[in-house]
């Protein structure tokens, strides 16, 4: 069956200037969660969801950060005003309701801010 | 606090060699265990997990891990290495919920 999708896959943007990052989960996921990767480094969560609620927002580095889930699917990564470091590869995974919870991960969103 | 401490940041094999990559976690609850393979470019990909079934566990590509409590440990092996083993691993615990607490990684690489 179809896997987590994410889009774009890359996209640069000028400092200052607001994107959108999307994440399509696995069909029928109820979790969904989002991570930073920078370079070379280890995952950095941001933000869960289960089903359209955030139980979990602790992740996210500032006020600049916003996450939205409609209709217990798509998700959308907000970023207002990019900030150079804000440049790294962004990292959606969804999970079932069933356990253990096992995370299945999207391609990435590849993010660089000039 | 839950946490897991992958001890090699990096680890070099032979192709043809054993591999073994160390992992320890602490957790006061019964863990699930996770490890993950990440490929360059690419996104994280499970390779097994433990959920207090078999204390050994198979994952694909002729991986294993084998989870002790003693001694809090799920390290992941693998008989003989292939060139195409070379990527970041990451062995992750989940303690309740959906709380994740990831490793910081172990980087492989297989020398021809």
């Known amino acids: 069956g179809a896997g987590v999708s994410q889009s774009p896959s890359n996209k640069v943007t000028e400092k200052g200037k607001d994107v959108e990052l999307r994440c399509d989960p696995i069909?029928?996921?109820?979790?969904l969660y989002w991570y930073r990767q920078s370079l070379g480094q280890g995952l950095e969560f941001l933000i869960y969801?289960?089903?359209?609620?955030?139980?979990?927002k602790s992740g996210l580095p500032s006020d600049r950060f916003s996450a939205e889930r409609t209709g217990g699917s798509v998700s959308t990564l907000t970023i207002q005003r990019t900030q150079q470091e804000d440049s790294a590869v962004y990292l959606c995974?969804?999970?079932?309701?069933?356990?253990?919870?096992?995370?299945?991960f999207g391609p990435g969103t590849r993010l660089t801010v000039t | 606090a839950q946490s897991v401490t992958q001890l090699d940041s990096h680890v070099s094999v032979s192709e043809g060699t054993p591999v073994l990559l160390r992992c320890n976690y602490s957790?006061?609850?019964?863990?699930?265990l996770f490890w993950y393979v990440q490929h360059p470019n690419k996104g994280l990909q499970l390779l097994l997990k433990?959920?207090?079934?078999?204390?050994l566990v198979k994952g694909i590509n002729g991986f294993e891990a084998e989870f002790k409590k003693s001694e809090t440990s799920f390290h992941l092996t693998k008989p003989s290495a292939h060139m195409s083993d070379a990527a970041e691993y990451f062995c992750?615990?989940?303690?309740?919920?959906?709380?994740?607490?990831f490793g910081p990684g172990t980087r492989l690489s297989v020398l021809p």
């Open positions: 957790s006061s609850y019964s863990p699930s």
């Open positions: 969801f289960q089903g359209n609620s955030a139980p979990d």
């Open positions: 995974a969804s999970s079932p309701i069933e356990g253990p919870y096992e995370q299945y």
């Open positions: 992750v615990v989940r303690t309740y919920g959906q709380n994740f607490v």
């Open positions: 433990y959920t207090s079934a078999a204390t």
């Open positions: 069909s029928g996921h109820t979790a």
